[in-house]
């Protein structure tokens, strides 16, 4: 209510609507307030997080690449881009796949199993919106939003909405 009323006043938020699972969706969407790609070089916080399953994982520390893909299940272009990117893990070896939303765990589970999808390459974390633990990001309140950090969690690359074929290009060149 609060981004409704503001974006009636200061013309600040993008108004969309989706189609999803036979209902209409309104999106407010705030716009960016600074250039999204300045992040890069940056070098995000150590974070422990944990999967679906309850499993603890620490991000950009098991692989050499890790993407962090933030998605909601109300978003066709995000599930895509997961669907996509679970079929290419055996293309990415050295890439840890980190797929964040708010969605709650039970959420999760539920759009699941009704879409019987079964994403086993990718580590799904509920429960977790990029606002918190990524400050950096709070501006960019769009989905999907993908960066693409190293071990030492510098930000290489970042990707808003379907950025999908440039995104496979750069994870292309960090794996030579």
């Not at 959420?107 to 199993?113: A, E, K, V």
């Not at 079964?118 to 950096?136: Q, T």
């Not at 960019?140 to 808003?160: E, H, M, Y």
Request: proline content about 4%.
């Amino acid at each position: 209510t609060e981004m409704f009323n503001d974006s009636l006043a200061t013309l600040k938020y993008f108004m969309s609507s989706r189609n999803v699972e036979d209902t209409t969706v309104f999106l407010l969407t705030r716009k960016f307030s600074k250039n999204y790609r300045e992040c890069i070089g940056e070098k995000l916080p150590d974070l422990e997080i944990k999967d679906l399953a309850g499993n603890k994982l620490a991000v950009g520390k098991n692989k050499n690449i890790s993407l962090i893909v933030f998605w909601n299940i109300y978003c066709p272009p995000c599930i895509k881009e997961l669907k996509i990117l679970d079929a290419l893990r055996e293309e990415y070896p050295e890439t840890d796949i980190f797929a964040i939303t708010g969605n709650s765990r039970d959420t999760i589970r539920s759009f699941m199993q009704k879409h019987n999808f079964r994403w086993e390459n990718i580590h799904l974390i509920p429960d977790c919106s990029y606002e918190e633990k990524y400050p950096l990001f709070k501006e960019i309140q769009i989905a999907p939003f993908s960066v693409i950090v190293d071990r030492d969690l510098v930000i290489k690359d970042v990707f808003v909405a379907e950025g999908m074929r440039r995104m496979l290009t750069v994870l292309d060149s960090l794996s030579k």
